[in-house]
């Protein structure tokens, strides 16, 4: 899965609609993943201490407080 589809994805479980171009940059910033990169279960997006970043974006975005 590529990335900006991964965090489409997640923002469809944490926020309830689709990511916008906004939440993309803010991952791509936070993690240093670039958009099209691939994510596979070994990537290390994956690994805990990684992913925290990328939940952060999610949790610290405006969507989340009015869900």
Same mark, same amino acid.
């Given at each position: 899965?590529?990335? !900006?589809?991964?965090? !489409?994805?997640?923002?469809?479980?944490?926020? /309830? +609609? *689709?990511? !916008?171009?906004?939440?993309? +940059?803010?991952?791509?910033?936070?993690? /240093?993943?670039?958009? /099209? %990169? %691939?994510? %596979?279960? %070994?990537?290390?997006?994956?690994?805990?201490? #990684?992913?925290?970043?990328?939940?952060?974006? #999610?949790? !610290?975005? *405006? +969507?989340?407080?009015?869900?």
């Amino acid at each position: 899965m590529r990335f !900006d589809e991964y965090v !489409d994805h997640l923002s469809r479980i944490f926020h /309830g +609609r *689709p990511a !916008d171009a906004a939440l993309l +940059r803010a991952a791509v910033r936070a993690t /240093g993943v670039t958009a /099209g %990169t %691939t994510i %596979t279960a %070994t990537h290390q997006l994956i690994r805990p201490s #990684f992913h925290v970043r990328l939940l952060v974006v #999610f949790l !610290d975005h *405006p +969507r989340h407080m009015s869900r």
